[in-house]
C-alpha cells in the first residue's frame, strides 16, 4: 500500500512539473513579445513598452479576484475576448497601452489556462 501511495504521489507531482513547464513554455512564446518577465524583456516599440509588465498584470489580477480559479478564469476570458468594461486597469494604463489585442488566433484555451495557472504560481 505504501508503495502504491508514493507511486501516486510522484506521478502527480510529475504531472504538475509537467504543466507548469508547459506553461511557463507557453507564457514564453505566447506573451512575452509584449509583456516584460523577470526572465526575458519585451520588445520596445518607439522606445516604450507596449503592455503592462507581467509581474504588475499577475499583482492586479491577485489584488483583484478573491480566487486563484477566478483569476485564472479571468485571465483566460480576458485574453481571449479582450474588452474595455472587463480591464481592471486604471484608465491611464488603459490609454498608455489601449486594449489587448484578442490571442484567439494565436492561442487555444486550454493553453491559455496552462499559462494562466503558471503565471498565478
Given at each position: 500500500?505504501?508503495?502504491?501511495w ?9 504531472t ?62 480576458y ?43
Amino acid at each position: 500500500m505504501k508503495k502504491r501511495w508514493l507511486f501516486m504521489a510522484l506521478l502527480s507531482t510529475a504531472t504538475l512539473l509537467t504543466a507548469s513547464d508547459a506553461g511557463a513554455k507557453l507564457s514564453e512564446e505566447k506573451c512575452t513579445s509584449c509583456h516584460m518577465t523577470s526572465s526575458s524583456s519585451a520588445k520596445l516599440k518607439d522606445g516604450k513598452m507596449h503592455a503592462p509588465p507581467m509581474w504588475g498584470v499577475m499583482k492586479k489580477v491577485k489584488n483583484h479576484f478573491k480566487t486563484k480559479e477566478e483569476g485564472i478564469a479571468f485571465i483566460t476570458d480576458y485574453t481571449m475576448y479582450p474588452a474595455e468594461e472587463k480591464m481592471i486597469f486604471p484608465e491611464a494604463t488603459k490609454e498608455y497601452f489601449g486594449l489587448m489585442p484578442s490571442m484567439r488566433e494565436t492561442v487555444t484555451n486550454e493553453e491559455m489556462k496552462l499559462i494562466a495557472e503558471y503565471l498565478y504560481r
